[in-house]
């Protein structure tokens, strides 16, 4: 080991701490030196035989800044004693000698070349680190699952069909209208997380019902890493009183109550002078509208659709409240396309024979209706023209198995989709057309009514009479049948995990601490009045398997939001009058991808007002069994007689004819539903060969075990520790010596993880890595946009290479700084420029592979290194240039692949937008001008585009 000659006043840079820029040697004594860092006004003790610092040394040539502003090119350097002075001429073309001491302490060195020459040299392993994520980012942006992969949500086709769909979309506009249990929030959620991880939007504005508010919140979070700011009439004042302007302008990702905007003018007209990239509105069948009368709820979301170019409502089926409320939604999402009730009332009529058609050809027949039945053909001619008919008569003639005559079937039906109706602004996928439901199983239990029971009920309001533990009072625990009812059933059921829901907090309470302390179960207790940390552990308490509760409480918010899938058995303490209400209780464990059957359980005193309501959800509604998309409709058309009937006591003939009533005009109302054009929108909401390839590519992007093992690396060299949890989890902690004083998404605390989408479906406090996960993508945007490993030497023996022989390995990105939302770099064909020259400036880069330097690579010692560099600087920066020079010489070829393969991609989906907006109207005219000026705009910046070094390795053979 060489040990360093010290002198005062040197400069000296810190190895290991470069942010501390300059250091000057202070003092030398005991064989320990002090370095005084005036940038940040520290000082650091050193073993002088051992120190992790470098000498800085500029060479002539180099441009060197003094404390005091003096900018100099180099053209002498003068050592007196170690200690040198620099010559040079400034910018007006005068000479001047700049002081080693005297040099700016501020500098940082970030260039490859630079960090090299500084003495500031990484491992290989940082070196070939950077590498890999570079090729993973330009892997990643180029995947046409990009943005999709991040969200903790199953893989369901209808769901990731209609986000990629829309994802592709400038600035989208389309009303989601699956099913209930079908996943509209996820679906939005994937568009919003897709949108913001490609740039194509910055800003977004979510309004929600007021008993939706904090579901969206933790959804948003939990599933989406979205971290969004509700906005509430006490925020709205406190940042105006702090003088913070629009409160709406205060965070990217805003949620906010409808009510509040319609209630109060200040934030409406504050939300409306914000810019949005894109509007959410949930539960938008609320929104009224008629050509008589418009609420203020409508008003407001159309004055702030006027003013968002992206717009996604969320609904419920929208037949089901008739065709007028349908027209209303289109009407917020494309005035112009939707301005004439009777118009639409026409052509809505007109789907009718195309629904039909299509019908004819996913028949098991089709072909030989095709050929038995002229009426087929000519459909087929009037709705697609000749020239598809004579393509589908030839492809059918020539088809050698069914396979290929089903591909000319389904050819022609999609090109219908295309051109006909509302498919491409409205989705709508159903239960009948989705595979995944569970069956539900109903048991009532009609419990006898007690001795006082029918004392109490005789002044007792619609609302005691439905919730008994009121008319009961504080001994209500004691008396109540249903409770002896749940203790009994709960202690039967102690290998099962069971979701009670209850309408009221305090009744959730109580009942759950009587479980605990009484029947000595092991319980958790879910409702409005805890703060979501508390509501999570509760969550998770029961989500634990082995020595988890085996008994959740919830009250009514324990019906929003929260899925618990891995429970097959519901306990409704008591029931709502509202079928929808119902329905989410339900939905709970009733969604897509339960693996059980449900099993709900309803205790209810006979012959009582619980009595006749359950017999009306049940045998006229069958609403426990089956999801009822007319319920809200029907209940509000029944909700007078059912109250009504309810509150009288002894009239089992009103009970009756009630349910008769509502079980006709139900059956009636879902055969209309059935009718007209559902099949159409079914089928254009989840084309399912296109989902299949979605969740392919999905997949084969995704790929849990390269990320892990590439994190591992990661933690690894940052120093944070890994630790083993249990299968699939581990545990991540900040380390004792970690390089940086955070890492990206994780906390003091640490976090339980998890690569695993099954374990982080049934872990919800597991964080779920993935290659969008804002740990992840914040490590990689940390490594590839900082100076990380962007220098190393190593040695390498390799017989043909004669020992002694200097190569250089150089990196180079493509520079192009355009808009993020542009997405450039899909268009790229590589992620860098890798070229390996030798001294003598021979090409090396197709000899010896980055996989073969990476194998044969060799440690060099810590203090030798900078010494090689130094001995060899000149011979590097010789070869610094002739890479340089290769490498600019590939940079034309890369740009015009680029540029045919953007034009190749957006010019076959213009051709494609402009031949359907010829027969289709809701093809919008600024979707076609918007790819065209893409078009021009990504030509523009990728023909500005140059190489630019991003990393270097020096290589020595021995």
Known sequence: MITPLFVPGQRWVSNTESELGLGIVADI????????????????????????????????GEEVLSADGLSIEVNGREEINGYYIYSGVCSEGKQHRIEEIDLDSFVHFNKPQDRLFAGQIDKNSRFQLRVDTLNYIHRLQQSEAYGLLGPRVQLLP????????????????????????LGKTIEAGLILHQHLVSGRAE??????????????????????????????????????????GNPFESAQLVLCTLSMMTESDQAREFALQ????????????HLIWSDEEVSPAYKCIEALSREVPGVLLLTATPEQLGIESHFARLRLLDPDRYYDLQQFHEEEASYRPVNQLVQCLLSQDAVDQFIRQPAVADQIELYLGSETLRTLRSQLLSAESDKEERKAINDVIYELLDRHGTGRVLFRNTRSAVEGFPVRRLTSYALPQTETYPELLLDADLEDQLHPERLFGESWLAVDARVSWLSDFLTEMRDEKVLVICAQAGTARSLEEHLRLRVGLRSAVFHEGLSLVARDRAAAYFAEREQGAQVLICSEIGSEGRNFQFSHDLVLFDLPLNPDLLEQRIGRLDRIGQQRDINIHVPYY???????????????????????????????????RLVECLSRQNDPAGLEQLIKDTRQLNDAALETMSQGRDRLLELNSCKQDEAEVILDQLTEASNFRELSNYMERVFDQFGVEQQHHSTNAIVLTPGDHMHMHSFPGLSEDGATATYSRTLALHREDMQFLTWEHPMVSGAMEMIAEGEFGNTALCTIKLPPIKPGTLMLEAIFSIHCPAPKKLQLQRYLPHASIRVLVDVEGNDLSAVLADHHVNQLAKRVAKGTAPNIVR????????MISRADAIASGQQPLIVDEAIANMSEVLGAEMARLKALSEVNPNIREEEVKYLEDLTVSLAE????AQVQLDAIRVILAT
Do not use: K
Request: with cysteine; hydrophobic share 45%; aromatic share 8%.
């Open 29 to 60: 004594a005991n064989r320990r030196v002090t370095i005084s860092f005036p940038a940040v006004g520290e000082e650091r003790v050193y073993a002088a035989n051992n120190a992790p610092l470098s000498r800085i040394e500029y060479a002539v």
């Open 941 to 944: 910046y990728l023909e500005g």
């Open 203 to 244: 800003r977004v504005l979510v309004v929600v019902p007021d008993s939706l508010i904090h579901q969206w919140l933790v959804e948003m979070l939990r599933r989406f890493n979205l971290h969004f700011s509700i906005l509430d009439e006490d925020r709205c004042q406190a940042l105006l009183e702090a003088g913070e």
């Open 606 to 640: 006979r012959d009582s007002a619980q009595d006749g309501l359950m017999r009306w959800h049940h045998e006229g509604l069958n609403a426990f069994l089956t999801p009822s998309p007319a319920g809200q409709s029907l209940y509000e058309a029944f909700v007078d």
């Open 274 to 285: 914000a810019d949005w990239d894109l509007l959410v509105v949930d539960e938008a069948h």
């Open 871 to 878: 001995l060899a600087r000149d011979q590097i920066g010789d």
């Open 158 to 181: 209808h769901q990731f069909y209609i986000a990629h769909q829309v994802s592709r979309r400038h600035a989208p506009r389309v009303l989601l209208a699956d099913e209930v249990g």
